[in-house]
């Protein structure tokens, strides 16, 4: 039986790739070990502003490249995702360096400067949408007006977060962006569908990416009690949300379409 999960011949692009310990790197590492020839975006300078920093470039792309099969296509641009013209830009990069693109993974985040309602402003609200909800949308139509229909694998993933399950009342800004992707992931699902383009969000819960390490986390005194909450004992990997990523964008996800889906080690947020 052919292997139906092999992404051998197509072409993804994946936003946020900027340090190895982020949900970015654990999909390129897997999508690259299943033949797919990868274009990333990564931007360093808004790493540099979280406790937990930013890493070298250099690295994390070999680090992708170990993880390519034979043959395979690896291109990177730095690309500040808050610009206006940042998605079609992202995009157009993209195909300039590689070709036809299969593949849209919208996995980048603005994180930080947030707060609770009292603490909201216009700037931080609008900072988050401009990053994480505008960019995200104008990127996919940028990949969908380019999509060879003709190809078979036309995927976009989108990411939400936990407001989805569960109120996250001191980051109202990021929640609020993040809201909107999965809100909207039905409409532009039915849209994409037409064009033969498969569109899923999803929440990959809590993953350690750097912020719920004991060095660089600002929730010191609460690393057990969240701990606590797994069923498992410890807290999502990148590679773990990765998994799915990977499944959802090969053909054996093709049936699932307009999803918010969920992937959460069973994660208990009361009790």
Not at 18 to 28: E, K, L, M, P
Not at 216 to 226: F, G, M, V
Request: charged residues 25%.
């Amino acid at each position: 039986m052919e292997d139906s999960r092999t992404l051998s011949g197509r072409t993804a692009v994946i936003t946020g790739v900027s340090r190895r310990q982020g949900i970015g790197y654990g999909v390129a590492r897997r999508l690259a070990s299943m033949g797919a020839d990868l274009f990333v975006q990564h931007w360093s300078a808004h790493d540099d502003d979280q406790p937990w920093g930013a890493d070298d470039i250099a690295d994390v792309l070999a680090g992708i490249a170990e993880a390519q099969q034979p043959g395979g296509r690896l291109a990177d641009a730095s690309l500040d995702l808050a610009a206006p013209d940042a998605g079609e830009a992202l995009i157009g990069l993209a195909a300039d360096a590689l070709g036809p693109l299969d593949i849209l993974i919208c996995n980048h985040a603005r994180s930080g400067g947030d707060g609770p309602l009292a603490e909201m402003t216009a700037d931080r609200l609008d900072g988050h949408f401009a990053v994480n909800t505008r960019s995200t949308i104008l990127a996919t139509k940028a990949f969908a007006a380019r999509h060879d229909s003709s190809r078979p694998g036309g995927r976009v993933i989108w990411m939400t977060s936990g407001q989805v399950a569960g109120p996250m009342r001191d980051e109202i800004a990021y929640a609020a962006s993040k809201a909107a992707l999965a809100g909207l992931t039905p409409s532009v699902a039915d849209d994409l569908i037409e064009a033969g383009i498969v569109l899923n969000t999803v929440n990959p819960g809590p993953v350690n990416t750097g912020y719920l390490d004991a060095e660089t986390t600002d929730r010191a005194d609460r690393l057990d009690e969240i701990r606590a909450h797994f069923p498992a004992g410890r807290f999502g990997e990148p590679d773990d949300p990765a998994r799915l990523i990977a499944w959802l964008v090969s053909d054996e996800g093709r049936w699932v379409v307009g999803q918010v889906i969920s992937s959460e080690g069973g994660f208990r947020r009361w009790g």
